[in-house]
């Protein structure tokens, strides 16, 4: 028990809080930096000194980014804080003996209760490196925002002055991983009612590039290169990007925040317990202690009730479902947040009395969630020798734009709990999306969980 304390201690101390770029601005602001009016985006002065000022455009994304990061990293699933031990009270011998032959899932709630008096402790560390976001690469640049020129003449248009139909093209690399360790608690009040609690320790880094490249549909034509970018500013990069011709550059931000998230406190009571089936009722209520302008909480309250059926709860191999909806409040950062249904679909399987095979599917649909979505736009231009207008010739360049929508958020979650000695259990765990295109994703997230039963 010493070493296990002993371990809670250390991964707690390396998730204490402490940021440097998130205490003065908070982590939430990183990618709003980006075209703010702080850091206008002004380009070479040649004769031309040509400010590109879609900002607001460019920024609406970000910012839409922004929200569902903070929100989906705030609201992850922690797993059950149930102990993989269950115990019944035999009436004719006044002892407690183990009810069950397996040790429970690790992300989802069992129907069976601990036992009157009986105390869990533990943790999980959760390693997530974010791949993905709306089907849109992170890592990989899918990102891209088009950045039109200044209306320099008023007119609504970018044909007149013929140089403002040129157009930046901004390509977003953004390196997101959270590490979160969760010291959790389980207690059995009485035979029937077990209460719970699960506390995040959170660590959440971003590091931000954004390479933009000047298209020249306008220009292209002009002899002298007439938009470039200026090598002497600072794009937060640390020394000199500019590349190809100075029509390529590089700006970049990159922050780290850590601290404790949201704890969720929990409540499950026994309905039946039989031989063929256990059903049980719970609440989880998610607290807003986690920072939200450094993403590691939602900033407003979440209470979950649920519903568990256990099939076999007593057997070598026992499925299991649980059914749930999540009322969430408003946040003063991030305004109002969507309400889920949740839902899990498993089983745990005992081939020995030491090993527990467990699989699950994971369901959270957000609803009435901002998304982000693509659709084509025309960008009107012309060349400097085209007569005036009204003439035009066109691009046409995928957009970003916000829609209001369910998202469907599917895990697979598959592992095994281990009994080395005593009521020790060690248990590894991955999760893994099965929808591409939905939300925040991890392609392979690690989970490596520790309890005691007392």
């Known amino acids: 028990m010493r070493r296990l304390s002993r371990t809670v201690v250390t991964l707690a101390l390396l998730l204490a809080p402490s940021a440097v770029w998130a205490q003065d601005q908070g982590l939430s602001n990183l990618l709003l930096t980006f075209f703010s009016p702080a850091r206008p985006f002004v380009l070479l002065n040649t004769g031309h000194q040509a400010h590109f000022s879609s900002a607001t455009e460019a920024r609406s994304t970000l910012n839409l980014l922004n929200r569902n990061i903070a929100y989906q990293l705030a609201s992850f699933p922690l797993g059950s804080s149930s102990g993989g031990f269950t115990f019944t009270l035999d009436p004719s011998l006044g002892v407690l003996n183990r009810s069950a032959e397996s040790f429970g899932p690790l992300f989802a709630e069992r129907a069976l209760t601990a036992g009157k008096g009986k105390l869990t402790l533990g943790g999980n560390y959760v390693r997530s490196t974010w791949d993905r976001f709306e089907g849109q690469g992170l890592d990989s640049g899918d990102l891209v925002l088009t950045l039109t020129h200044q209306d320099t003449n008023g007119d609504g248009s970018t044909l007149q002055p013929f140089f403002e139909g040129d ?34 320790f959170v660590r959440v880094k971003m590091d931000a590039v954004i390479h933009t490249t000047i298209v020249n549909l306008a ?23 500019v590349t190809n011709g100075r029509l390529e550059n590089d700006f970049c931000a990159s922050g780290d925040a850590s601290g404790i998230g949201d704890i969720v406190v929990r409540g ?31 900033g407003t309250t ?25 009322l969430t409040g408003t946040s003063d950062l991030l305004g109002a947040l969507p309400d889920e249904l949740d839902w899990t679909v498993g089983f745990d399987a005992a081939p020995s009395s030491r090993l527990t095979i467990t699989g ?59 009994n080395p000695f005593g009521r020790l259990l060690i248990s590894f765990n991955a999760l893994f999306p099965l929808t591409k295109n939905n939300g925040l994703q991890d392609d392979f997230t690690p989970v490596f969980a520790i309890d005691y039963n007392f």
């Open 268 to 298: 499950k009571l026994g309905l039946a317990q039989g031989d063929n089936l256990s059903l049980a009722a719970g609440v989880d209520v998610r607290l807003p202690t986690g920072k939200e302008a450094d993403l590691l909480g939602t």
């Open 302 to 326: 979440q209470i979950k009730p649920y519903l568990v059926a256990g099939f076999l709860p007593k057997g070598k191999f026992s499925p299991h479902v649980n059914v749930g909806y999540t």
């Open 167 to 200: 157009v930046i093209d901004a390509r977003l690399r953004l390196n997101l991983t959270t590490d979160t360790f969760v010291a959790f608690a389980n207690y059995g009040i009485t035979d029937r009612f077990d209460i719970g609690v699960a506390v995040p």
């Open 360 to 418: 699950d599917v994971i369901g959270r649909s957000l609803l009435k969630a901002r998304r982000l979505s693509t659709r084509d736009r025309e960008f009107f231009y012309r060349l400097g020798s085209d007569p005036a207008p009204p003439f035009r010739r066109t691009e046409v360049r995928p957009e970003f734009f916000e829609e209001e929508a369910t998202m469907n958020l599917i895990l697979g979650s598959a592992g095994f709990k281990l």
């Open 219 to 241: 220009t292209q034509n002009v002899v002298a290169t007439f938009h470039q970018f200026d090598a002497s500013q600072d794009t937060g990069c640390g020394g000199d990007r």
